[in-house]
């Protein structure tokens, strides 16, 4: 049973800093893509960032110069550095995977989500 795990979510003020941690685990035989997406109240979730198993990266526009997306694929895990918060970042941000199973199938798999507030 594959499950996302993530943390590091937490209350800080503007221009702070919090680091997510997103580790996977669970009949994996390989993960593509890894990422970040968040979702604020009333509005739709977005895409942070992302990482592929190569180390290629994309970013929102808004977080670009601020946040870090890294990944240690022996541990099967993603890292978010997100610097320079801004209260526009409060969401609920989510951990994404695309996973190769032990059954051979390529499945979509989402965390929990953890809570960032930014705010003073």
């Known amino acids: 049973q594959v499950q996302l795990v993530e943390s590091g979510g937490g209350l800080v003020q503007p221009g702070g800093s919090l680091r997510l941690s997103c580790a996977a685990s669970?009949?994996?035989?390989?993960?593509?893509?890894m990422g970040w997406y968040r979702q604020a109240p009333g509005k739709q979730r977005e895409l942070v960032a992302s990482?592929?198993?190569?180390?290629?990266?994309t970013f929102a526009d808004a977080v670009k110069d601020r946040f870090a997306i890294s990944r240690d694929n022996a541990k099967n895990t993603i890292y978010l550095q997100m610097n320079s918060l801004k209260p526009e970042d409060t969401a609920l941000y989510y951990c994404?995977?695309?996973?190769?199973?032990?059954?051979?199938?390529?499945?979509?798999?989402w965390g929990q989500g953890t809570q960032v507030t930014v705010s003073s």
């Open positions: 990482i592929t198993n190569g180390g290629s990266t």
């Open positions: 994404n995977a695309m996973i190769l199973t032990a059954h051979w199938v390529f499945t979509d798999y």
């Open positions: 669970g009949g994996i035989r390989s993960i593509a893509t």
